[in-house]
């Protein structure tokens, strides 16, 4: 029997939706706005059972209409959506089936959403502790809404991994609903939607649980968490009451992120009254004597008489040590702001570790062992801010070590990176410091201000630079026994390297001759540096390694010691090799010493340079260092 012609008229005016189905489950007839009314889409031959979540509640539908008897209950659509059901059986023409009365269902208590809004208020008017807050917003939640569990998931504040921090029941860690994991559907949508998303739990086996919303705990900057609501079996959620419970969950959000912004502008009081008192002593601990000086120079100046060259180089070193102290300071400002820039280029670790070990054997009494590998090891660096990672490391190996005692600095490399190793035996890090050292303003237990300056910022400082190559910077120490860091850095690769011009330095006492060479040399990409350009542009170029030096056999003895002088006085990370230029060597040179004839024929000048080159590439390379277990910062 079909219904009246304007019987859909008459249907789109109310709020249920009504639907036939055959004794065999199947939707015989539907009114036009049933999906809208439902949001169930449902067609005449299609299986009712098709758009109905699995459950106990869905089982007594099907039941009542298969018995061909009255029933009322809720059941879950596919959609995850709540829905009221009244059956009434019907025989009309000897067929038997029943007629679906529809309509949205759910609980929108205005009232348990403002008592659960106040108890979470009330919360956190008296602390702003995050657990606390937490804690009370899921019993709220349970107390005064009709939720059977709430829990409470926050993202840790270093990291984007999700911890529970609150739930509202003791239940058994077995319980499913403890397999929380982030990556699946729906809390990735949830978070990456910013929108709560329904979901169905899972029970043991192929069991069906209670329907849950995973709601986004969205503060004004970011998301903070997830709140997690779970219904009792066959009870779903309206729109409404996810509208509400989104709306508390901002509540909670905001109320989580200003715990945590109160708890790290009390730690960064902290942090500031420690580092005002450090600062303090360290700053004035330069100053002083620095004071008593000039006043002492000022009144010797006074009264005529000379002032003494041990007093001003006792008052540069206390300015040093303050231009030093400010330094750091504007390092770590700008690594704060990320101001801290960087100008890389090609750069020779050997030669630098070189460099800077030698300026402290000339500073220091103390003897300084350096092993660096016969064939270069390149880096793409900014040179000034890896001197100061070494000078800083240098620097504290001698200030913990002895009088007397050795600091030795290695060069390797690893399969991928450049190692600097520095190593002392000195007062060394308690095992429980050695994560934090690396840390702004941080200083070990066994270190004083009395015995030992500095305001905690060189190791923090070292790091960030290294960390901004793309490094890494670790220690390996025994308290009493002494300390090894170790500075890697990512190796230029080989193909790049073997395109860096060579660096050769021509000693002629012929102008005319030095020329023809430095043309020859030049035109074939090489880096060439001469006598005739003076010890001071020798001194520059040092920053670099010299791969090859062209001398002539005939040169006087004048420039040639000025040279050889000139030369000894620069530091070098291994022997320089010499290709001989002349009719025959002469008799201070060794018998395997390479020689090219002299006037210089370019094909002749060229063919004994990369002779030389090659013999030094085909030595033995230094061995690769296996990787270490070492303390990393925390």
């Known amino acids: 029997m079909l219904p009246p012609n304007d019987v859909e008229d008459v249907l ?3 709020p249920q939706a009504l639907l036939r189905v055959g004794a065999d489950l199947r939707v015989q ?50 959609a995850l959506r709540q829905v009221r059901v009244q059956v009434k059986p019907t025989h009309t023409d000897g067929q038997a089936g029943a007629w679906l009365v529809v309509e949205p269902s759910g609980v929108d208590d205005e009232g348990a959403f403002s008592q659960a809004v106040r108890e979470i208020a009330r919360a956190v008017g008296e602390s702003l502790e ?31 991994t999700l911890k529970r921090m609150a739930v509202s029941d003791l239940e058994g860690l077995d319980a499913p609903q403890d397999a929380f994991d982030p990556s699946e559907d729906p809390y990735r949508q949830a978070l990456a939607l910013r929108q709560p998303q329904l979901g169905i739990q899972r029970g043991y086996g192929d069991a069906v649980g209670p329907v849950f919303a995973a709601v986004p705990l969205c503060a004004p900057r970011r998301t903070v968490g997830l ?5 009792e079996q066959g009870a779903s959620f309206s729109v409404r009451e996810l509208e509400m419970w989104s709306a508390a969950a901002s509540q909670l959000a905001v109320a989580v992120e200003n715990a945590r912004l109160l708890r790290e502008a009390q730690a960064a009081l902290r942090v500031r009254e420690e580092f005002m008192s450090i600062a303090s ?31 001003v180089l006792k008052s540069k070193r206390q300015v040093d040590r303050l231009a030093g102290l400010v330094e750091d300071l504007l390092d770590a400002s700008r690594l704060e702001l990320g ?9 020779e670790v050997g030669q630098l570790v070189a460099e800077v070990v030698d300026h402290f054997r000339h500073a220091f009494e103390r003897p300084f062992t350096v092993d660096v590998p016969h064939d270069g090891v390149w880096v793409l660096g900014d040179r000034d801010r890896l001197e100061q990672v070494l000078v800083n490391l240098l620097e504290n190996a001698h200030k913990y070590s002895p009088a007397g005692a050795p600091i030795a600095v290695r060069v390797g490399r690893t399969a991928e990176t450049a190692r600097i190793q520095v190593q002392d035996h000195g007062i060394g890090i308690p095992g429980a410091d050695q994560a934090l050292v690396f840390q702004r303003f941080y200083r070990a237990r066994n270190v004083s201000h009395r015995n030992f300056g500095g305001l905690g910022l060189g190791l923090f400082i070292s790091h960030s630079i290294v960390k901004m190559h793309g490094g890494a910077l670790a220690l390996r120490s025994r308290e009493g026994e002494g300390s090894t860091f170790m500075l890697d850095l990512p190796r230029m690769p080989a193909h790049e390297v073997r395109r860096l011009p060579r660096r050769v330095l021509v000693l002629d006492e012929d ?3 030095e020329a023809a060479a430095e043309r020859t040399l030049r035109a074939e990409g090489f880096e060439v540096f001469t006598v005739q350009s003076g010890a001071e542009a020798l001194r520059k170029a040092t920053h670099l390694p010299v791969d090859l030096i062209v001398l002539s056999t005939s040169a006087t003895q004048s420039p040639v010691g000025s040279f050889l002088e000139t030369f000894a006085t620069l530091p070098r990370a291994r022997p320089v ?11 201070w040179a060794q018998e395997n010493a390479a020689l090219c004839r002299r006037p210089y024929r370019a094909e002749e000048l060229l063919a004994g340079v990369r002779n030389v080159l090659t013999r030094e590439l085909l030595r033995t390379p230094a061995p690769v260092e296996p990787e270490l277990p070492l303390v990393t910062p925390a």
Do not use: N
């Open 12 to 14: 789109s005016c109310l």
């Open 29 to 78: 007839w539907c009114e036009e706005g049933f999906a809208a009314k439902t949001g169930v889409a449902l067609a005449p031959g299609r299986p009712l059972l098709e758009a109905l979540e699995p459950g106990r509640s869905l089982d007594a539908l099907e039941r009542a209409i298969r018995e061909q008897r009255a029933h009322s209950g809720h059941v879950i659509t596919r």
């Open 130 to 160: 995050v657990d606390r807050v937490c804690s009370a917003a899921v019993v709220a939640l349970v107390r005064c809404a009709q939720v059977r569990r709430a829990e409470v998931f926050l993202y840790e504040e270093d990291d984007a």
């Open 227 to 231: 709140l997690l609501i779970y219904k």
């Open 281 to 311: 002593h360290e700053l004035k601990t330069p100053l002083t004597p620095l004071k008593l000086g000039l006043y002492a120079m000022e009144r010797r100046i006074a009264a005529g008489q000379p002032v003494a060259l041990a007093s």
């Open 339 to 347: 101001r801290l820039a960087l100008d890389s280029s090609p750069l």
């Open 511 to 513: 102008a005319h001759q």
């Open 577 to 587: 090799p010499i290709l001989l230029a002349g009719d025959e060597r002469p008799w």
